[in-house]
Nanobody, 123 residues
Framework: VQLQASGGGLVQAGGSLKISCAASRRTFSNNGMGWFRQAPGKEREFVAA????????HYADSVKGRFTISRDNAKNTVYLQMDSLKPEDTAVYYC?????????????????WGQGTLVTVSS
């Protein structure tokens, strides 16, 4: 079971970045997927989630209208497009596979986690 996040980096405030998470087929199959983030000194928090077929998505209020989660099941990959980035979006971003086919905002609903990718937004 593997989740490999990539695409993080340094971007200026107002800019955009797209991060990806490649999963093994066993991890991805029939699983809802989510993105969480953890800033220094803070707890890990929910960012976005998507259902197995991609028909249902939901977002944290702090990113709604700026971030878009999507998935390509043929490539076993989930994406997070981040636009209008703010310095407070700076964090390590983690992808995770849910226990069910539905995306969830609850951390405990996820049983597989990637290693994280660092996103830094400069002011």
């Amino acid at each position: 079971v593997q989740l490999q996040a990539s695409g993080g980096g340094l971007v200026q405030a107002g800019g955009s970045l797209k991060i990806s998470c490649a999963a093994s087929r066993r991890t991805f199959s029939n699983n809802g997927m989510g993105w969480f983030r953890q800033a220094p000194g803070k707890e890990r928090e929910f960012v976005a989630a998507i259902s197995w077929r991609g028909g249902s998505t939901h977002y944290a209020d702090s990113v709604k209208g700026r971030f878009t989660i999507s998935r390509d099941n043929a490539k076993n990959t989930v994406y997070l497009q981040m636009d209008s980035l703010k310095p407070e979006d700076t964090a390590v971003y983690y992808c995770a596979a849910a226990r069910s086919s539905y995306g969830s905002s609850i951390l405990a609903d996820y049983n597989y986690w990637g290693q994280g990718t660092l996103v830094t937004v400069s002011s």
